[in-house]
């Protein structure tokens, strides 16, 4: 059976091979809401550019009316889009046969730290919990499968990112500042 990962993939191996630094990629996102005076409403683009805008809202129990998808909402469906896409690219690569394929992720997080009501609660997801539901051909050998499971984990940058995060930094870009009036 042709593997169209290996395929695909294959003059991008020997090419990161012979020059690593081309290997290098930087993913991107922009948040550009409309109205800036809704406090509850924005939206996001991934791909900046690429047209597609998501709209995303504030949780309830912030505040907000969550009606439209939050960002910890878009973090869980980040998390289940790579393990999905990693599980279906190493099956592919492996020869394993998926008949059926859900991933369904939960985060829980205690708001009061998000909401600043108490310093010893953190603000961020105290867990998450990533839900694989796979279907594979009838007579799948178990050593190919742990290998799928394996591989799948290891290749999936979302869940590698959360398990070992990267430094953070943020830089505030601030227009509109005038002379505040003499008293």
């Known amino acids: 059976m042709a593997s169209l990962v290996r395929e695909a993939q294959a003059a991008l191996r020997k090419l990161y091979l012979e020059n690593p630094a081309?290997?290098?990629?930087?993913d991107h996102a922009r948040s550009c809401g409309p109205n800036t005076a809704d406090p509850f409403h924005s939206q996001v683009t991934p791909m900046d550019g690429c047209g597609v805008w998501?709209?995303?809202?504030?949780?309830?129990?912030?505040?907000?009316?969550?009606?439209?998808?939050?960002?910890?909402?878009?973090?869980c469906a980040a998390l289940a889009a790579c393990q999905d896409s990693a599980l279906r690219m190493v099956a592919?690569?492996?020869?394993?046969?998926?008949?059926?394929?859900?991933?369904r992720v939960t985060a829980n997080v205690d708001v009061r730290g998000a909401l600043g009501m108490d310093a010893e609660v953190p603000t961020g997801f105290q867990s998450m919990a990533c839900d694989v539901h796979l279907a594979v051909a009838e007579g799948t050998p178990p050593r190919l499968l742990a290998s799928l499971q394996s591989a799948a984990e290891r290749c999936c940058v979302v869940q590698q990112?959360?398990?070992?995060?990267?430094p953070v930094s943020t830089r505030f870009h601030v227009t509109g500042l005038g002379v505040a009036p003499a008293a």
Do not use: F, K, Y
């Not at 081309?22 to 930087?26: D, F, P, R």
């Not at 592919?92 to 991933?103: K, Q, Y």
């Open 54 to 75: 998501v709209p995303m809202g504030v949780h309830r129990a912030l505040g907000g009316p969550h009606d439209a998808p939050t960002p910890g909402d878009l973090l």
């Open 22 to 26: 081309l290997a290098l990629v930087t």
């Open 92 to 103: 592919n690569r492996l020869g394993v046969v998926i008949t059926a394929l859900e991933v």
């Open 161 to 166: 990112t959360l398990q070992h995060p990267p």
